[in-house]
């Protein structure tokens, strides 16, 4: 009966929607139906924009692409069927993201407004908003949009503007739109903002005219800096399209187009026409046009009412990526599943504000430590599998406990009694994966918690590494889902040494892989983590399908996945593209499934107050001992409350020039961009495990003063045994040396533990080296958390210290690698240091980095780097944009002051990157060795 009932629901709505009056678009269209839908979604958008600012870019292409094709009746959001493939999954949209952003704005509207505001409306305000928040132009949205019912791939490819367009055709596109000469360029002023993949452009770089030659309207430097980065054939790296401020909303585009540096053949068609030529000549100079914003607002509500869908045509879907007819037969098919089934609106009674107190708690987590993402989504997963007991082996080395413990003491404090463990669990899990960057879903809500937690059921239950595609594939449809886990060397290592029990790698692993993974992994490790996805480990993207592909996965279960014809044909189809917003797609709804697995509901199991045995112990000292206690200042007060003073006393006494200073500085930052600032840098390599730690790889040879931090460590430990970590010494030890000699001093938060785990390998992809162009250096610090003005900032800790020449020989001797100098640097400094320290390329002498003040921390350095005096690339590459130019300008304009303030901001922030608190890691007894 309550199916009919719903059924009949359905025709009615699709018959009420019918009736409704024909209506134009308006900027009050809502007053009357949802009052507060700008403020939803803006306050939805700037959630994500301000932790992934490259989202905006995005979101505006999103538009763009959903207006361009059908008009802007959001089709660009509908998911393609087993009958029909929808423009997301297009060759041009595969690139799309956000998704994530639209999906998270529409549910916020649904729970105020539910069925009254359109997902085409909801894009075009979050195109708005995201452009608006990284400072760009604001404009009014007229509403009204309706959402279209169709969506074809094959109609992208003969509606959107490709970036090899000529002028010709460009115009032509636009017009057919309804847009004139002067929307075409100043819509292609949007280019000013995101990145663009090597394979829209390459074209331009290597076979222009099918000739093997580059596009001759393209800057030729630029041309051969884009080669470095682009192969021919590359279609996962990324560039900037306005590099130095692709996330900063202003004119910068108008000037790279004047200067032959566009990425696309659209960019430089751009000088071929009167009209767009003198619109960029106009608006190359100012970043910050007023002009050009208004016109871009103007165009953008021009290009907003493109094909829209308005009165009784289209429908309003309630969910984005679902036409209604298709969503009315889930509902259906739901309701059949049983009165007291989960539901996303569960708790909007009860504790309504549940998921924003579980977000920020997370989000707090994982921005502190992103590598707890991939160990919850693993929790969860090993939870919906089984009645999961924590001490079973195979989740021995399950993390992120204390973000459950955390986020339940949170939600209890507003909601006591209301909220169980399980739906926390799943929606840690999904907020998780959302702050790094990966699918956003709606998660339905309503499980009880279970009382029963066995251990001998894990192994029964938990698909293991070592299945074979038959097992996997029993053992999946027994649960409905699939997600992907973190490993230990012990999980794979039979595959490296004794895979068939004649001490014989598996034959199914790319042989170049098992000895790059033999190693780091000795047949006996236990302790070691290896990346499931090295390169992107910490990026929620399609590189997994792309590792499998190529015989890299770590799991004799990857392996197998190219055994079976669908699910080889499911990794071949996203093995390519960095992003497919299929998978995301596909994963969010994998993860609904899973999520309902088994699931407690009504009167069945029970809501727990705590969520394990041991919660009481963690809530009473939640701020002192869970894994997400801040670094705080006075750490150590009450246990070693003289400590600081100490190393304070000590450094001041032991510093005897500024190159034991800048020593001790390096080493920090050394320790901090490799594994996070855990003292990792200073642990020796053992003879049992065969491995080189940190301290021996080749990027850290040179580090010296590592004797020092060791006698502050026994200074402390005579006075306070085994209380401050070693991780702590060496960013006191820093601050207190830059102070010794005349520089700037700043508070140091305390409270880091020191890591376990010191991986020589890592640093060569982690460190900044000083070879390293400006984008490079940009997207490393960018990974720590730190931006172009903490890369400028923190550069300047050159002012002090000295470097061996073969750190910047081939900038002397051999720039290209056909013998030369670095046009780039200045001859005759050049000459200088060839004919006086660094008389050939293998010289060892040392040279000071700022030759005329390397006993003092000043600014000099930065005179240095404007008159082509650095000593490194890296420094030179400072130059090569307006943004960190600007910068430097600023600090040489400025008072020494003003950079002391900056450089003690960018130290601070820099020593809390990826940080060890609470229970995490140990505190050492010994800086070069790890508790025994």
């Known amino acids: 009966m309550a199916t009919q009932k719903l059924f009949v629901l359905c025709l009615f709505m699709f018959i009420f929607v019918h009736r409704v009056a024909a209506q134009s678009l308006s900027t009050n269209f809502y007053y009357k139906t949802c009052p507060n839908v700008g403020a939803i979604v803006k306050q939805t958008t700037a959630r994500f924009i301000s932790r992934a600012p490259s989202l905006a870019p995005a979101l505006l292409r999103m538009h763009f692409h959903d207006c361009f094709v059908r008009g802007c009746d959001g089709s660009v959001l509908i998911n393609s069927t087993a009958n029909n493939t929808a423009e997301r999954d297009s060759f041009p949209n595969l690139s799309l993201r956000g998704f994530q952003v639209v999906d998270a704005a529409k549910s916020a509207v649904e729970k105020y407004c539910p069925g009254k505001v359109s997902c085409a409306d909801i894009l075009a305000l979050v195109a708005r908003d995201a452009v608006s928040q990284i400072k760009g132009p604001f404009w009014e949205v007229p509403l009204g949009r309706r959402d279209g019912t169709v969506s074809i791939a094959n109609e992208v490819l003969a509606n959107l503007p490709p970036p090899f367009f000529n002028i ?73 399209m306005d590099p130095g401020s692709f996330i900063d909303f202003d004119t910068d585009y108008f000037s790279i187009v004047k ?157 006591p009694g209301k909220v169980s463990c399980a739906d926390i669990l ?17 998660v339905p809500l309503g499980r009880r918690d279970g009382n029963v937690s066995i251990a001998n059921e894990v192994l029964t239950n938990l698909p293991a590494p070592f299945f074979n595609i038959t097992q996997l594939i029993a053992s999946f449809t027994g649960k409905g889902g699939h997600t992907i886990g973190v490993s230990h060397c012990s999980s794979f290592t039979n595959r490296l040494y004794n895979f068939t029990g004649n001490n014989d790698a598996d034959p199914s692993m790319d042989p170049a892989y098992v000895a790059v993974l033999k190693r780091q992994c000795s047949p006996t490790d236990t302790t070691t983590v290896v990346p499931m996805d090295p390169g992107s480990s910490m990026h929620f993207d399609t590189h997994y399908f792309s590792t499998v592909g190529t015989m890299r996965g770590l799991f004799t279960s990857d392996a197998e996945l190219l055994k079976n014809e669908e699910t080889r044909a499911y990794v071949q189809q996203h093995s390519t593209f960095f992003r497919n917003p299929s998978f995301f797609t596909d994963f969010a709804e994998s993860m609904v499934k899973m999520g309902k697995i088994g699931v407690l509901t009504g009167t069945d199991g029970q809501i727990r107050r705590v969520c ?40 001041h006494e032991h510093i005897k020039d500024a190159s034991i200073a800048a020593a001790l500085l390096r080493l920090q930052f050394h320790d901090c961009f490799v594994r996070g600032c855990d003292a990792s840098l200073l642990l020796e390599s053992t003879v049992d495990s065969g491995k080189k730690t940190e301290k021996n790889a080749p990027p850290n040879l040179t580090l010296r003063q590592f004797d020092f931090v060791d006698k502050v460590k026994r200074l402390l430990e005579g006075k306070c045994p085994g209380v401050v970590s070693c991780a702590d010494i060496l960013a006191l030890v820093a601050r207190d040396a830059v102070r010794a000699i005349g520089g700037p001093t700043w508070d140091v938060p305390t409270g880091r533990r020191d890591g376990l785990v010191s991986n020589g390998s890592e640093t060569l992809t982690q460190l900044p080296f000083p070879i390293d ?112 130019r600007s910068i430097i300008d600023k600090i040489i304009e400025g008072q020494s002051v003003n950079f002391y303030e900056e450089f003690a901001k960018s130290m ?3 020593g809390n990157i990826e940080v060890k608190t609470g229970t995490d890691g140990e505190v050492r007894k010994i800086c070069t060795q790890v508790n025994s």
């Open 168 to 240: 010709t055709q460009l115009i032509s596109n636009f017009a057919s739109k309804g847009l004139t000469v002067k929307d075409l360029v100043v819509l292609s002023g949007g280019h000013t903002i995101g990145v663009s993949h090597c394979s829209s452009f390459t074209n331009r770089l290597y076979n222009f005219t099918g000739r093997n030659d580059a596009d001759p309207s393209m800057d030729p430097n630029y041309v051969a800096a884009l080669k470095r980065r682009c192969s021919p054939t590359d279609t996962t790296t990324i560039v900037q």
């Open 612 to 651: 394990s045995a041991i919660v009481v112990f963690l809530l009473a000292g939640l701020i002192a001992a869970s894994t997400h206690a801040s670094l705080k200042m006075d750490f150590y007060k009450n246990t070693c409350p003289n400590a600081e003073k100490l190393v304070h006393d000590f450094v």
């Open 426 to 442: 799943a929606l840690v899990a999904r907020d998780a994966v959302s702050q790094i960057l990966g699918p956003y879903w709606e």
């Open 773 to 884: 162009n400006l984008t490079t250096l940009e997207d490393k610090f960018e990974k720590k958390g730190l931006n172009m003005q903490d890369l400028v900032i923190l550069s300047g800790a050159h002012t002090i210290g000295t470097s061996h020449c073969a750190s910047f020989a081939l900038r002397l001797y051999n720039f290209t690698g056909k013998g030369g100098e670095d046009p780039t640097m200045d001859p005759a400094y050049v000459d200088n240091l060839k004919n006086k320290k660094c008389k050939s390329i293998s010289s060892t002498n040392r040279v000071e980095m700022d030759p005329e003040t390397s006993e003092k921390f000043d600014r000099n350095y930065y005179v240095n780097v404007l008159m082509r005096r650095g000593l490194f690339s890296s420094d030179a590459a400072l130059l090569t944009n307006d943004k960190s």
């Open 908 to 910: 601070v922030k820099m």
């Open 259 to 415: 200067k032959r540096r566009g990425l696309f053949t659209t960019d430089a068609e751009l000088l071929k026409n009167d009209e767009t030529r003198a619109y960029v000549q106009q608006h190359m100079t100012s970043s910050g046009d007023p002009s050009f914003f208004a016109d871009f607002a103007e165009s953008m509500v021009k290009m907003g009412k493109i094909g829209v869908l308005t009165g009784t045509a289209g429908q309003i879907r309630r969910v984005c990526s679902v036409k209604l007819f298709v969503l009315c037969f889930a509902l259906v098919f739901v309701l059949r599943a049983g009165a007291e089934d989960l539901s996303t609106h569960f708790y909007d009674t009860s504790c309504p504000n549940v998921e924003a107190i579980v977000q920020q708690t997370t989000a707090l987590f994982v921005s502190l430590n992103p590598s707890l993402a991939p160990a919850l989504l693993r929790m969860h997963f090993h939870d919906c599998f089984v009645r999961a007991e924590r001490d079973s082996f195979p989740n021995l080395s399950l993390r992120g406990f204390q973000v459950i413990d955390a986020v339940k003491s949170e939600v209890e404090k507003y909601c």
